[in-house]
C-alpha cells in the first residue's frame, strides 16, 4: 500500500539553524513526490516536486530511492520559514503525510 | 491559484442539519477533490472526481456524499451533520492524476 509518513509533527529550530523535515515513503514503482507548504490559516501551496529538482525559498529535496526518502532541506531557517509542511505521493489521489509543523524561533 | 473558489468560507450549524459545501474551478480540470484538515491527523481525503458524474470514496468517506454535475462544480453534503464533522474542508483539482494539485483557501465548518 502506498504511504507517506512524517515522522516528526512539530520541529523548532532557531533562525539561522540549519532546518531538515523528513519524509519517507512506501511506493511498489517509481514515486512522483511533492512538498506542499501550508502558512497560518491560507490554502496549501505546492513547494516544489522532485523531477523539477528546483529550490523553492531555498529549500531542496532530494529523492533517495534506496532510503524511500524524500527530506526537505534548507541550510539556514528564516521566520517566515514557519508553516505547515505536507510531503505527498503522486499516486491517484496523491497521498498525504500527516505534515509536520516547522517554528523556527528567532 | 487555479482559479479555485470554495463557498461559504465559513459555517455555523447544529447537529443533524443538512451541509452543502461547493467548490468551483475555472481551469476545466479532471479530477477533483475534497480533504477535512484536523490536528493531528493532517489531511485526509474524504471523496474525490475523476470526471463528470465519476466519484470515488477516499480515507473518510463515512457520512458524506459528494455530487459532480459538470466539470467546474463538486460539492460536498453532509446529510445529517455531527459535531465530529467539525473541520477545514479544502477543495483541490488537478489535471493530471500525478499532477501537482492546487488548493481552494478552505471553509470552516463548525458544528454545534
Known amino acids: 500500500a502506498q504511504r507517506v509518513t512524517q515522522p516528526e509533527k512539530l520541529l523548532s529550530v532557531f533562525k539561522g539553524a540549519p532546518v531538515e523535515l523528513k519524509c519517507n515513503y512506501s511506493?511498489?514503482?517509481?514515486?512522483?513526490l511533492f512538498w506542499y507548504v501550508q502558512y497560518s490559516r491560507q490554502r496549501l501551496q505546492l513547494l516544489l516536486r522532485?523531477?523539477s529538482r528546483e529550490s523553492i525559498k531555498g529549500f531542496t529535496a532530494d529523492l533517495n530511492k534506496g532510503e524511500t526518502s524524500f527530506h526537505l532541506k534548507k541550510p539556514f531557517a528564516q521566520e517566515e520559514d514557519s508553516a505547515m509542511y505536507y510531503c505527498?505521493?503522486?499516486?491517484?489521489?496523491?497521498?498525504f503525510g500527516k505534515g509536520t509543523r516547522l517554528s523556527v524561533i528567532a | 491559484d487555479a482559479g479555485i473558489t470554495q463557498s461559504p468560507r465559513h459555517k455555523v450549524t447544529e447537529t443533524g442539519t443538512p451541509v452543502t459545501l461547493r467548490c468551483h474551478q475555472t481551469?476545466?480540470?479532471?479530477?477533483m477533490y475534497w480533504y477535512r484538515q484536523d490536528p493531528g491527523h493532517g489531511l485526509r481525503l474524504i471523496h474525490y472526481?475523476?470526471?463528470?458524474?465519476?466519484?470515488d470514496k477516499g480515507e473518510v468517506s463515512d457520512g458524506y456524499s459528494v455530487s459532480r454535475s459538470k466539470t467546474e462544480d463538486f460539492l460536498l453534503t453532509l446529510e445529517s451533520a455531527t459535531s465530529s464533522q467539525t473541520s477545514v474542508y479544502f477543495c483541490?483539482?488537478?489535471?493530471?492524476?500525478?499532477?501537482?494539485?492546487?488548493f481552494g483557501d478552505g471553509t470552516r465548518l463548525s458544528i454545534l
Open positions: 505527498a505521493l503522486g499516486d491517484t489521489p496523491l497521498v
Open positions: 511506493y511498489s514503482g517509481s514515486p512522483e
Open positions: 522532485h523531477i
Open positions: 481551469e476545466n480540470h479532471r479530477y
Open positions: 472526481s475523476y470526471g463528470v458524474k465519476d466519484t
Open positions: 483541490a483539482t488537478t489535471g493530471e492524476s500525478n499532477q501537482p494539485q492546487h
